[in-house]
């Protein structure tokens, strides 16, 4: 078996991270030379595992299209929704389309987490990798039943499976509000 399993990686980025009060959203304020949704990419563009990505963003979003990613070939755009769950699945329809398979795994992960760690990226050491089929059928039935799903667990949770959970890093910080971004921006510096 590879060292690097093959997975997709799919990124929601269609919230509008009011708590940030900021006059973007989150993944779109800078951090360092760049935005935090470019520093979250890099995490995964240099994997050796990697099918394809893509980049789960609201319908009006007017600030992809100026990064230098949006004409990346490695990742695509997909419609995202009002709710995460939404724009997971969304980001799941077009992998299909991509040809992502049942069984292939697909890792979940937040716009605005840039510092996550690619070398320990590989099959399911990451708390919401899972496999294709099973990630999408548990976000369908949520959805269609009306159930809050706060992620990708939780909806595999309500189907009745048990996602297995690895001790994460206290430094896989998600940028939520202004003092968020000025702890991180004071470390990236060093």
């Known amino acids: 078996m590879s060292k690097h399993p093959s997975f997709w990686v799919v990124i929601p980025a269609a919230g509008v991270g009011s ?13 360092a030379d760049r935005t935090i949704l470019e ?13 394809g990505m893509v980049v789960s963003l609201a319908a009006d979003d007017p600030w992809w299209p100026s990064l230098g990613y949006a004409s ?6 997909a419609e995202g929704g009002v709710e995460r769950a939404d724009s997971v699945l969304g980001g799941l329809r077009l ?10 795994w697909v890792l979940v992960h937040d716009a605005a987490r840039p510092t996550v760690d690619r070398s320990v990226i590989w ?8 496999r294709f089929s099973a990630l999408q059928e548990a976000l369908v039935g949520a959805l269609a039943e009306n159930v809050a799903i706060t992620d990708e667990a939780s909806a595999l949770e309500w189907a009745g499976q048990s996602p297995r959970l690895i001790e994460g890093r206290a430094d896989n910080l998600k940028i939520t509000r202004p003092e968020d ?10």
């Open 19 to 31: 708590r940030m009060r900021a006059d973007r959203p989150k993944q779109y304020l800078q951090l």
């Open 39 to 51: 520093h979250t990419l890099d995490c995964f563009l240099g994997h050796p595992g990697l099918k």
């Open 72 to 77: 990346d070939p490695r990742i695509r755009r």
């Open 95 to 104: 992998l299909s389309e991509l040809g992502a398979g049942a069984d292939d």
């Open 123 to 130: 099959q399911a050491y990451t708390p919401q990798m899972f």
């Open 181 to 190: 971004l000025q702890w991180l921006q004071q470390r990236w510096k060093s």
